[in-house]
């Protein structure tokens, strides 16, 4: 195999990673909606319960659910693009090489090579593929650098087939 990809990272494909890196796990995404309903049952409570309930608990959690909402909606996506345009590396048009042994990256700003073996996982999703040497640190493959999507499927099977088998 041997794909060639050419493009640009924007600024949209940065926040979107960051988003997509968080994204949780099932068993995290039903404990998460079972937070949710817990919160609307003390919410609902709060407004509408017996009087002894309106202490206050409900105003507190309220203003708790405010602040995460504009850390979530707000300082959240403003950090990651602030992020993404204080990384000039990332601006530079990148150039894939994707082989059956390693995934080859180049700019103007240097060049690399990243055997599949080193890749400890991988995410797909909203139009990006994250590419991970561990944990933490993951590498942006934009889908629309494919042109097509048979190309995209191709890509898929290999890394199912080469991470972390």
Excluded: C
């Excluded at 309903?37 to 009087?51: E, S």
């Excluded at 073996?117 to 650098?145: C, E």
């Amino acid at each position: 195999m041997n794909i060639e990809l050419e493009g640009q990272i924007a600024e949209r494909d940065y926040v979107i990673a960051q988003w997509l890196d968080i994204k949780p796990r099932p068993f995290f995404l039903a404990a998460g909606v079972l937070i949710l309903l817990l919160a609307v049952v003390v919410l609902w409570q709060a407004f509408f319960g017996p009087p002894k309930f309106h202490a206050g608990s409900g105003k507190w959690f309220v203003l708790a659910l405010l602040a995460y909402m504009a850390i979530s909606f707000g300082v959240w996506p403003y950090k990651a693009k602030r992020t993404y345009r204080q990384y000039k590396a990332i601006h530079a048009t990148q150039r894939y090489v994707v082989t059956d042994e390693a995934l080859k990256v180049e700019s103007d700003r240097g060049h690399g090579v990243v055997p599949w073996s080193d890749l400890v996982k991988w995410k797909f999703g909203n139009g990006l593929f994250l590419l991970y040497p561990n944990d933490t640190i993951f590498y942006i493959v934009p889908v629309r650098l494919f042109s097509s999507a048979v190309q995209v499927e191709q890509f898929k099977e290999l890394l199912r087939r080469a991470v972390n088998a």
